[in-house]
């Protein structure tokens, strides 16, 4: 009866609701366009002549061949496997510029080290989307901000997945994910497409979710399995379960009754899914985009919905001071129930609208910042949290320390009025103690893993890129974990910048 129950409802979200399924997707299809639209394209351009900065938004032409790295220094010989890293590198086609950071088609940055060299190469994520357009060589499909002109229709959130935003290594196979859309599969000897993903193959569940959204944040426990949410339009949240070769081993629907349109991460415990919803509203209208339209409530809590991961059932809800943050690091629970996790929380949502007026080439941008805060859940219903001054972005953990009890947490820092991350930090959350490495203010820094090939917490290598302005170069950066101020141990300098990406993963040989 359960079961029957859970995929009537999947089917009924996943099928008959495939435009709230991705809320943005029923106005992206209407064609309709603002002919008095700012020219982005013609912003950017202009604006790139006198700030350089702003290299790492340009749009990328072609794929990368794979090229040997010069190196700085001495790669550690332990240090063998494949870095993937992915972003938007697509953001023009013909006089059409892409409103929001957000909506570029994704390319994938592989860096094979071996102990003694590192090479690298890239390419765009072939989507069915990414392949029509390219043969067209114009867009053909609007997008969440962006309006296209007699757009062709959509049906389903995988004819505009762009497959932009993180990947990771599942079984033999890599997963380009995006927010609202299936996992794209792709060839990690080759990178080459070769489908989206259906999470029902195999399982009792078939073809019922389809349509589905699946984030860019899976969470994968110490011992392989992946958990994974998607957000629904009507407010529901879908929660997923999968082993470590991506088969689905259970799936429920959360009524969430969350209207913030947006929820970009969430957490693990051992024994607990976390889904942190955050204080936004959407006013829409007509003529705005989906990004443009959602916008922060200062007198609303951000709740927090306590599921078990046993049965994905809501156990708990707690309330929050108003707050929004794009990126969690790390939860985990007391044997008494009572729950810790990070944040890097912003006051408001002026990050998400920074990435639309960065597409037009504005570097004068009102100061955008969030902050390290820890947050504790009590068994008795309060909650309390402590926020550390340093600017964050971007926080992670040792892989072998997800939903478990960390010390270290890694994260991005910048100067005030940055226009991007330009430092690296390990923050021990136990003493507030900091280990900073600062690039300095000639750098666009991305995020940086921590790599432990003992499985040793504290102990191995933090690697990141970051693209060197006055050359107009990306470098590969590795550090020890246990001294990150001494600065890059090894630095490997690609001939060429890459565009500035979101998330990735390391891989060990």
Same mark, same amino acid.
């Given at each position: 009866?359960?079961?029957?129950?859970?995929?009537?409802?999947?089917?009924?979200?996943?099928?008959?609701?495939?435009?709230?399924?991705?809320?943005?997707?029923?106005?992206?299809?209407?064609?309709?366009?603002?002919?008095?639209?700012?020219?982005?394209?013609?912003?950017?351009?202009?604006?790139?002549?006198?700030?350089? /900065?702003?290299?790492?938004?340009?749009?990328?032409?072609?794929?990368?061949?794979?090229?040997?790295?010069?190196?700085?220094?001495?790669?550690?010989?332990?240090?063998?496997?494949?870095?993937?890293?992915?972003?938007?590198?697509?953001?023009?086609?013909?006089?059409?510029?892409?409103?929001?950071?957000? /909506?570029?088609?994704?390319?994938?940055?592989?860096?094979?080290?071996?102990?003694?060299?590192?090479?690298?190469?890239?390419?765009?994520?072939?989507?069915?989307?990414?392949?029509?357009?390219?043969?067209?060589?114009?867009?053909?499909?609007?997008?969440?901000?962006?309006? %296209?002109?007699?757009?062709?229709?959509?049906?389903?959130?995988?004819?505009?997945?762009?497959?932009?935003?993180?990947? +990771?290594?599942?079984?033999?196979?890599?997963?380009?994910?995006? /927010?609202?859309?299936?996992?794209?599969? +792709?060839?990690?000897?080759?990178?080459?497409?070769?489908?989206?993903?259906?999470?029902?193959? !195999? &399982?009792?569940?078939?073809?019922?979710?389809?349509?589905?959204?699946?984030?860019?944040?899976?969470?994968?426990?110490?011992?392989?399995? +992946?958990?994974?949410?998607?957000?629904?339009?009507?407010?529901?949240?879908?929660?997923?379960?999968?082993?470590?070769?991506?088969?689905?081993?259970?799936?429920?629907?959360?009524?969430?009754?969350?209207?913030?349109?947006?929820?970009?991460?969430?957490?693990?415990?051992?024994?607990?899914?976390?889904?942190?919803?955050?204080?936004?509203?959407?006013?829409?209208?007509?003529?705005?985009?989906?990004?443009?339209?959602?916008?922060?409530?200062?007198?609303?809590?951000?709740?927090?919905?306590?599921?078990?991961?046993?049965?994905?059932?809501?156990?708990?809800?707690?309330?929050?001071?108003?707050?929004?943050?794009?990126?969690? !690091?790390?939860?985990?629970?007391?044997?008494?129930?009572?729950?810790?996790?990070?944040?890097?929380?912003?006051?408001? %949502?002026? +990050?998400?609208?920074?990435?639309?007026?960065?597409?037009?080439?504005?570097?004068?941008?009102?100061?955008?910042? !969030?902050?390290?805060?820890?947050?504790?859940?009590?068994?008795?219903?309060?909650?309390?949290?402590?926020?550390?001054?340093?600017? &964050?972005?971007?926080?992670?953990?040792?892989?072998?320390?997800?939903?478990?009890?960390?010390?270290?947490?890694?994260?991005?820092?910048?100067?005030?009025?940055?226009?991007?991350?330009?430092?690296?930090?390990?923050?021990?959350?136990?003493?507030?103690?900091?280990?900073?490495?600062?690039?300095?203010?000639?750098?666009?820094? /991305?995020?940086?893993?921590?790599?432990?090939?003992?499985?040793?917490?504290?102990?191995?290598?933090?690697?990141?890129?970051?693209?060197? %302005?006055?050359?107009?170069?990306? =470098?590969?950066?590795?550090?020890?974990?246990?001294?990150?101020?001494?600065?890059?141990? =090894?630095?490997?300098?690609?001939?060429?910048?890459?565009?500035?990406?979101?998330?990735?993963?390391?891989?060990?040989?």
């Amino acid at each position: 009866m359960l079961r029957r129950e859970v995929l009537k409802n999947l089917a009924l979200v996943g099928t008959t609701s495939l435009l709230t399924t991705v809320p943005f997707l029923g106005r992206a299809n209407s064609g309709a366009v603002n002919h008095n639209a700012v020219n982005y394209k013609a912003l950017f351009k202009k604006a790139l002549r006198h700030n350089p /900065e702003l290299i790492g938004f340009a749009n990328i032409e072609s794929n990368f061949s794979e090229t040997k790295l010069k190196l700085e220094g001495k790669l550690p010989s332990e240090l063998k496997g494949q870095f993937y890293r992915n972003g938007p590198g697509k953001h023009e086609r013909g006089d059409i510029r892409y409103q929001h950071l957000f /909506e570029g088609d994704g390319m994938l940055q592989h860096f094979h080290l071996d102990g003694n060299n590192v090479y690298h190469r890239g390419k765009f994520i072939e989507t069915p989307k990414f392949k029509k357009e390219e043969s067209a060589k114009q867009f053909l499909y609007s997008g969440p901000d962006t309006k %296209i002109a007699n757009s062709l229709p959509v049906s389903s959130s995988n004819d505009v997945n762009t497959a932009n935003t993180n990947v +990771i290594s599942v079984g033999n196979d890599l997963w380009a994910l995006w /927010e609202a859309g299936a996992p794209s599969k +792709i060839n990690p000897h080759n990178l080459q497409f070769e489908d989206q993903v259906n999470l029902g193959t !195999g &399982s009792k569940y078939g073809n019922s979710l389809k349509g589905l959204p699946f984030s860019a944040h899976p969470k994968i426990d110490p011992n392989g399995d +992946i958990w994974n949410f998607g957000l629904n339009g009507s407010g529901h949240v879908v929660l997923y379960h999968l082993s470590a070769k991506g088969q689905t081993k259970n799936v429920k629907l959360i009524n969430a009754q969350y209207k913030g349109t947006m929820l970009h991460d969430f957490l693990i415990t051992d024994r607990s899914i976390l889904l942190i919803l955050p204080s936004l509203i959407s006013e829409r209208s007509h003529n705005s985009g989906y990004f443009e339209s959602i916008d922060f409530a200062p007198q609303m809590p951000m709740r927090v919905l306590v599921v078990n991961k046993s049965d994905l059932t809501l156990k708990r809800e707690f309330e929050l001071p108003p707050g929004f943050a794009f990126h969690f !690091g790390n939860a985990w629970e007391e044997n008494d129930g009572t729950i810790h996790f990070d944040a890097s929380l912003y006051p408001n %949502i002026n +990050i998400l609208h920074k990435m639309s007026r960065l597409m037009q080439g504005d570097v004068k941008q009102e100061e955008v910042n !969030g902050n390290t805060t820890l947050f504790t859940l009590h068994n008795n219903g309060k909650t309390s949290q402590h926020s550390f001054n340093d600017i &964050s972005e971007f926080p992670r953990v040792s892989n072998h320390k997800v939903g478990l009890k960390n010390h270290k947490l890694y994260h991005l820092s910048s100067a005030h009025d940055s226009l991007w991350s330009d430092a690296v930090v390990s923050l021990d959350v136990d003493s507030g103690k900091e280990d900073k490495f600062s690039y300095g203010s000639e750098f666009l820094v /991305e995020e940086h893993v921590p790599v432990n090939p003992r499985a040793k917490e504290g102990h191995g290598y933090l690697i990141g890129t970051a693209l060197h %302005i006055p050359t107009q170069r990306t =470098c590969l950066n590795v550090f020890d974990l246990a001294n990150l101020k001494a600065g890059p141990r =090894c630095r490997a300098w690609l001939p060429y910048h890459l565009p500035l990406g979101f998330h990735g993963n390391f891989v060990t040989s």
